[in-house]
């Protein structure tokens, strides 16, 4: 089984901690989208599982329509929650709170943001969900349409890059990646 790893496309809180705040697409990300649906049309995706997140799942939504699969929500597919730093830059992080803000830098990933998940449950959560969905399937490819943390941790603890390379791999909206028994393809 081969899962193909989505980032969903772009909202109006792209630059902020988003997390398990639900914004919809805008415009540049509905296009974003179309891009990426345009780059997929060769590949033969026979299943779709998404983030319940509206942005995730109308980036699923549209992937399902495109190869004739009705998504799967799976609320383990979210992003880390962010508690009291939802919705913010981290400008106005660092204007708030500098002194935990350069903890949380320095100590990441072993320090939460005040009131939000901690990293080792959200990791949790993530790593047993996609060992879940590696024993659903013996062939063919699945579409998982998420966020950039949840990518990170596939990419360091699944397929054993460093955290740096993860993080520049999910950078760009609607971006992927291919994953086959641990490995990256």
Known sequence: MTLL????????????????SDPPLNTKGLKQMEQMLKELERDCIDAVYTSDLVRARTTADAIGRAFGVKPVIMPELREMFFGEWEMLSWTEIELRDPVYAQRWSAEFPHLPAPGGERFEDFQSRVLRCVKELFSWHEHGMAAVVTHAGVMRVVLQAICGLEAQDAWKRTQSYCGYFRCQAGKLI
Do not use: P
């Open 5 to 20: 790893f989505i980032r969903h496309a772009e909202t109006d809180l792209a630059g902020r901690f988003c997390g398990h």
